[in-house]
């Protein structure tokens, strides 16, 4: 995500990197070229240039001219400034004693139904609360269908009344029965449109008022770019919505609706989708999406899905292998599963620092790791266990069974026993993350 936007940023302050004595003109023209760079991924020009005035400002006030190292000084600046227009920290989800009512807006097409059914698996799975979606969208066909599936892959409940056209009615008995059956979030999907119009707005609006949901959540597009953002305005002024969610924000090279939208509407991006995976969904943090726009990468982010995806016990039992030298291929293999967990793996070696530029212009599929697994696999139970077993002859047979080369063998050996060595060395926590650090070796 924001691919171009960052190569442009980065360009602009490259010309300050590196050099002892900057000028007035040197900052102008940088200025004047981040704000071409937010203008071309569609942001309104008026917040583009607000924006750079205000970095512009601190760096003049800062003393950037006389700075060791200015080229450092404006890059904190702005990335301080970036973090601050998408609302400077992270907000959370509505919480407390008795039932939480959440209530999803939006248009047609943009993700309503799926990001509902991502953000009970969210709830249900990371804060193990008990969650209720509430099928309400009467127009679409084959909504209420698409929401039982995905509760279904989730394990959810999903509330709807056969037959039933009136979505005020299935919101207030679904809001009636979470709260006689002890659920802790009701999510309410709603109908959208494709265009904001007065039927849309007086439904959820009596829906609204029905319900009295804790949050009103506004879903949209990223990808449609300045068009998300006025719609969103639209939806603001007459829900007063809590938050925004940005979906297909892995397909959105351009960045402009996550940017302005917190600006324009003065409400917090709350959750980002960036994927379609039911679990591909993240909050938004903007300081950690400020540092990847700059090539920062985002380590925390990183080491929070490792941790969901590591636990303890597992880590114990790796760590007794590798202490005692019994650590095989199928350790490897159920290394790769939990980190083909974490997510897309681009979207992952973007989050290392400095791997998102080197990466510009790669295409890492989800199946990256797809052809280690094939030559694991076509390993007997003793080579797993044992590699040092594995022979010349062995290798070749291993390498036709998986439709490889004995070259692409020799590697994977190669860094197993590398990989081996370093967790050895490095056994405990530090050793997981050193593992995933490697992942950008393993392709």
Known sequence: MFESLSEKIDSALHRLSGRSKISDINIAEAVKDIRRALVDADVNYKLAKDFTDRVKDRAMGQNVLKSLEPG???????????????????????????????????????GKTTFTAKLGSMLKRKKGRKVLLAAADVHRPAAVNQLKTLGEQISVEVFSIEGEKDAVKIAREAQSYAKQNGFNYLLIDTAGRLAVDEVLMREISSIREATQPQEILFVVDSMTGQDAVNTAKAFNDVLDFTGVILTKLDGDTRGGAALSIRQVVQKPIKFIGTGEKMDALDVFHPDRMADRILGMGDVISLVERAQEQFDEEANRKINKKIATNKFGFDDFLEQIQQIKKMGNMKDLMGMIPGVGKAMKGMDIPDDAFKHLEAMIRSMTPAERSNPSIINGSRRIRIAQGSGRTVSDLNKLIKQFDEMSRMMKMMQGPGGRSQLMSMMNRIK
């Open 72 to 110: 450092q000084l404006m890059v904190k600046i702005v990335r301080d400034e970036i973090a601050e227009l998408m609302g400077g920290t992270a907000s959370e989800l509505a919480s407390g004693t008795g039932l939480q009512t959440v209530l999803m807006a939006g248009l047609q097409g943009s």
